[in-house]
């Protein structure tokens, strides 16, 4: 396929999944026009700034924008002009006060980028939606566009993992084509010939199904992760350990041991808020007992948080009020910064409101925290927040964390207890250096 027949592609929301997607894609050849609204955000990617913490990701921007493939704008003429295909990769979050999915920047990029759509095009939604949501967006596309029929909508769901997303970008393991025509895949396949060519498995299909693929994979993952920490607390009570229950679990091959990982549980800006939403709109559309389950994933979820807590107060005799306490993260994972649903954080700001004197240390994720949480104290490293500590609470899994030595971290701390809210230490390497090690679900 020659340079010149390769199809311009716009990629509209520049927030994570937009950036990542408009830099993996001009590096692979494509040139790219990346928009948002938001000027600061524009201004940070043209000056060569990644808004946001993903390995990889800065030295690939560099190069794009070096080659000349990679521009953004905040003008959607512009971008309008610009592409063939047209990916909209904006947010979806929670609805305030509600479990559903806020599809207003959806609809308000649809309604923005249509007018200007005088010619054959194809728009392809990214973003997390309920399903449904495509069949409306493709009649509004068709009213408001110029070009009317000859606009046409696919969906292309993102499969992200935070910490590994160019290379998710670059190799996934599966490519989702929802289309209602040929023409529509052949232009996706278009868009990504070079990931095709690797062989990459493709399912290709009708826009529900495509809409509903991620929201279902999200959920499966998370049942996975509720349904060990159920088995946690199942443990707790009986005396049994979770970790070898897991580990004998996952020799099983229909199983498996991936996100088995008993602990804290999940966070961050999909999980949590997707099996929400996908829970409200099978309510919505008559089907909500098929997913009724999702409330208790849920539910065993939030618990993590408080049983965490609980932990912590046994260690210190019951008493939380006035007690120096080292919370080693704020991510709600590692490899990333993005603290939102942060189980880290909310467990750092539960013990604070009870009257704990809380310091808080993350490689990555310390900025956001501080915006979001000032009242927190924050330190400059895993040393620092715990000099004088009364206990240690590790509570985001960072490489950093794990390699701490127990002799190293004794030296500074006023008593040596720690509890692993992620399973991440060695218990009989913590124990044998003199420390009272705690974690869920262990004897």
């Known amino acids: 396929m020659g340079e010149a027949v390769l199809p311009r592609l716009t990629v509209i929301g520049t927030g994570y999944l937009g950036a990542t997607h408009a830099v993996c894609m001009a590096s692979l050849g494509y ?92 728009v392809v939604g990214k973003s997390t939606v309920p399903v449904g949501t495509a069949a409306r967006l493709a009649e509004l596309l068709r009213e408001l566009s110029p070009a009317g029929d000859e606009v046409e909508l696919a969906w292309n769901p993102e499969f992200l993992r935070e910490g590994f997303a160019v290379d998710d970008t670059l190799r996934p393991d599966r490519l989702v084509f929802g289309v209602a025509s040929e023409w529509a895949r052949e232009q996706l396949a278009a868009a990504f010939q070079p990931i095709l060519e690797l062989g990459t498995p493709t399912v290709v299909t009708d826009l529900p199904t495509a809409e509903l693929v991620k929201v279902a994979a999200n959920s499966f993952l998370a049942t996975k992760i509720s349904y060990i920490n159920a088995m946690a607390e199942i443990c707790e009570a009986t005396g049994a350990d979770v970790r070898d229950l897991a580990k004998a679990l996952a020799y099983d091959d229909r199983i498996g041991g991936r996100f088995l990982q008993p602990g804290l549980g999940f966070g961050g800006g999909c999980l949590p808020k997707d099996i929400r939403a996908f829970a409200h709109r099978a309510e919505e559309i008559g089907v909500g007992q098929a997913v009724s389950f999702l409330r208790e994933v849920d539910a065993i979820n939030r618990r993590r948080r408080s049983r965490t807590i609980d932990l912590v107060r046994e260690l210190l005799g019951g008493q939380l009020d006035g007690k120096r306490v080292a919370c080693l993260g704020a991510a709600f994972k590692p490899n990333s910064d993005d603290i939102r649903d942060a189980p880290a954080l909310d467990v750092a700001r539960t013990m604070h409101g009870l009257g704990a004197n809380v310091r808080v240390y993350d490689p990555a994720a310390l900025d956001n925290a501080r915006r979001a949480y000032p009242e927190l104290r924050y330190g400059t490293s895993a040393m620092d927040v715990a000099q004088d500590a009364d206990v240690v609470v590790l509570l985001t899994e960072w490489a950093e964390f794990r390699e701490i030595q127990p002799s190293a971290l004794a030296q500074v701390v006023k008593h040596t207890r720690i509890v692993d809210g992620r399973h991440a230490l060695d218990a009989e390497e913590w124990r044998a250096a003199g420390w009272e090690y705690r974690a869920l679900g262990c004897p």
Do not use: N, W
């Not at 000056?47 to 030295?59: A, C, K, Q, T």
């Open 31 to 122: 040139d790219v026009v990346g928009l948002d609204v938001d000027e600061r955000k524009i201004k940070k990617l043209q000056s060569g700034e990644v808004p946001f913490f993903e390995p990889g990701l800065p030295e690939l921007l560099a190069k794009t924008m070096e080659s000349g493939r990679l521009r953004f704008t905040t003008s959607v003429e512009e971008a309008a002009a610009h592409g063939d295909i047209h990916f909209v990769c904006v947010g979806t979050p929670q609805q305030p006060g509600s479990d559903a999915c806020d599809l207003s920047y959806v609809d308000a990029t649809i309604r923005g980028l249509a007018p200007h759509l005088t010619r054959r095009c194809l």
